[in-house]
Protein backbone atom coordinates (compact mmCIF):
# COMPACT_ATOMS: atom_id res chain seq x y z
CA UNK A 1 0.00 0.00 0.00
CA UNK A 2 1.04 3.65 -1.07
CA UNK A 3 1.02 6.32 1.85
CA UNK A 4 0.80 9.65 0.86
CA UNK A 5 2.19 12.77 2.83
CA UNK A 6 1.50 16.19 1.48
CA UNK A 7 3.36 19.49 2.79
CA UNK A 8 4.28 23.00 2.05
CA UNK A 9 0.83 24.58 2.63
CA UNK A 10 0.43 27.75 4.33
CA UNK A 11 -1.14 31.22 4.56
CA UNK A 12 -0.16 33.57 1.74
CA UNK A 13 -1.12 37.06 0.19
CA UNK A 14 -2.98 37.07 -2.75
CA UNK A 15 -0.80 36.95 -5.55
CA UNK A 16 1.59 34.74 -4.26
CA UNK A 17 3.21 31.48 -4.62
CA UNK A 18 3.58 27.75 -2.70
CA UNK A 19 4.82 24.43 -4.09
CA UNK A 20 3.21 21.67 -2.25
CA UNK A 21 5.07 18.19 -2.09
CA UNK A 22 3.89 14.79 -1.82
CA UNK A 23 6.16 11.97 -1.18
CA UNK A 24 5.23 8.54 -1.14
CA UNK A 25 6.58 5.61 1.03
CA UNK A 26 7.55 3.53 -1.43
CA UNK A 27 9.24 3.35 -4.75
CA UNK A 28 6.77 2.25 -6.69
CA UNK A 29 5.32 5.75 -6.68
CA UNK A 30 6.52 6.20 -10.17
CA UNK A 31 4.43 3.34 -11.74
CA UNK A 32 1.31 5.60 -10.70
CA UNK A 33 -0.73 8.18 -12.47
CA UNK A 34 -0.47 11.11 -9.83
CA UNK A 35 -3.09 13.79 -8.96
CA UNK A 36 -3.78 16.81 -6.97
CA UNK A 37 -7.36 17.98 -5.73
CA UNK A 38 -8.65 20.04 -3.45
CA UNK A 39 -11.89 20.49 -1.11
CA UNK A 40 -13.14 24.26 0.16
CA UNK A 41 -15.05 24.16 3.11
CA UNK A 42 -18.73 22.91 2.28
CA UNK A 43 -17.52 22.23 -1.15
CA UNK A 44 -17.18 18.87 -3.25
CA UNK A 45 -13.55 17.78 -4.02
CA UNK A 46 -12.49 19.70 -7.19
CA UNK A 47 -9.72 18.38 -9.49
CA UNK A 48 -6.90 20.73 -9.69
CA UNK A 49 -4.30 18.77 -12.19
CA UNK A 50 -2.74 15.38 -13.11
CA UNK A 51 0.51 13.12 -14.70
CA UNK A 52 -0.06 10.25 -16.01
CA UNK A 53 2.21 7.51 -15.37
CA UNK A 54 3.97 7.31 -18.55
CA UNK A 55 5.02 11.10 -17.74
CA UNK A 56 3.91 12.26 -21.22
CA UNK A 57 0.44 13.96 -20.39
CA UNK A 58 -0.70 16.44 -17.71
CA UNK A 59 -4.07 17.47 -17.36
CA UNK A 60 -5.36 21.20 -15.65
CA UNK A 61 -8.73 22.06 -14.07
CA UNK A 62 -10.12 25.44 -15.69
CA UNK A 63 -9.69 27.62 -12.23
CA UNK A 64 -6.07 26.66 -12.49
CA UNK A 65 -4.85 26.54 -16.00
CA UNK A 66 -2.05 28.88 -16.70
CA UNK A 67 -1.41 29.76 -13.02
CA UNK A 68 -0.68 25.66 -11.15
CA UNK A 69 2.37 23.29 -12.86
CA UNK A 70 2.23 19.59 -11.69
CA UNK A 71 5.75 18.02 -11.59
CA UNK A 72 7.67 14.86 -10.62
CA UNK A 73 10.71 13.77 -9.15
CA UNK A 74 10.57 10.02 -9.26
CA UNK A 75 14.30 9.87 -7.53
CA UNK A 76 12.93 11.58 -4.63
CA UNK A 77 9.10 8.99 -5.16
CA UNK A 78 7.79 13.05 -4.70
CA UNK A 79 4.95 14.78 -7.05
CA UNK A 80 5.04 19.03 -6.88
CA UNK A 81 2.25 21.20 -7.39
CA UNK A 82 3.59 24.75 -7.97
CA UNK A 83 1.11 27.40 -7.42
CA UNK A 84 1.54 30.80 -8.37
CA UNK A 85 -1.08 34.09 -8.74
CA UNK A 86 -3.01 32.79 -5.84
CA UNK A 87 -6.11 34.08 -5.54
CA UNK A 88 -8.53 33.30 -2.24
CA UNK A 89 -10.55 31.32 -3.78
CA UNK A 90 -7.79 28.90 -3.98
CA UNK A 91 -8.29 28.69 -0.60
CA UNK A 92 -8.47 24.81 0.28
CA UNK A 93 -6.72 21.32 1.94
CA UNK A 94 -5.16 20.03 -1.11
CA UNK A 95 -4.89 16.72 -1.71
CA UNK A 96 -2.25 14.26 -4.04
CA UNK A 97 -3.54 10.68 -4.89
CA UNK A 98 -2.32 7.77 -6.68
CA UNK A 99 -3.92 6.18 -9.41
CA UNK A 100 -3.42 3.00 -11.61
CA UNK A 101 -5.29 4.57 -14.44
CA UNK A 102 -4.57 6.05 -17.32
CA UNK A 103 -7.54 7.70 -17.92
CA UNK A 104 -10.10 9.73 -16.33
CA UNK A 105 -7.36 11.19 -14.03
CA UNK A 106 -10.22 13.98 -13.60
CA UNK A 107 -12.14 11.81 -11.13
CA UNK A 108 -11.23 11.11 -7.74
CA UNK A 109 -12.89 7.83 -8.03
CA UNK A 110 -9.98 6.38 -10.44
CA UNK A 111 -7.68 7.08 -7.53
CA UNK A 112 -6.98 4.40 -4.67
CA UNK A 113 -4.61 6.20 -2.55
CA UNK A 114 -4.91 9.58 -1.00
CA UNK A 115 -3.11 11.78 1.45
CA UNK A 116 -3.80 13.45 4.38
CA UNK A 117 -3.84 16.67 2.76
CA UNK A 118 -2.21 20.13 3.34
CA UNK A 119 -4.26 23.87 4.02
CA UNK A 120 -3.55 26.47 1.86
CA UNK A 121 -4.91 29.89 2.97
CA UNK A 122 -4.65 32.64 0.79
CA UNK A 123 -5.62 35.87 2.26
CA UNK A 124 -7.01 39.17 0.15
Same mark, same amino acid.
Given at each position: ??????? #?????????????? %? +????????? !?????????? #?????? =???????????? !???? =????? +?????????????????????? +????? %?????????????????????? +?? =?? =???
Amino acid at each position: QVQLVES #GGGLVQAGGSLRLS %C +TASEGTFSR !YSRGWFRQAP #GKEREF =VAAIDWIGSNTY !YGDS =VKGRF +TISRDDAKNTLYLHVNSLKPED +TAVYY %CAASASLVELTTPARYYYWGQG +TQ =VT =VSS
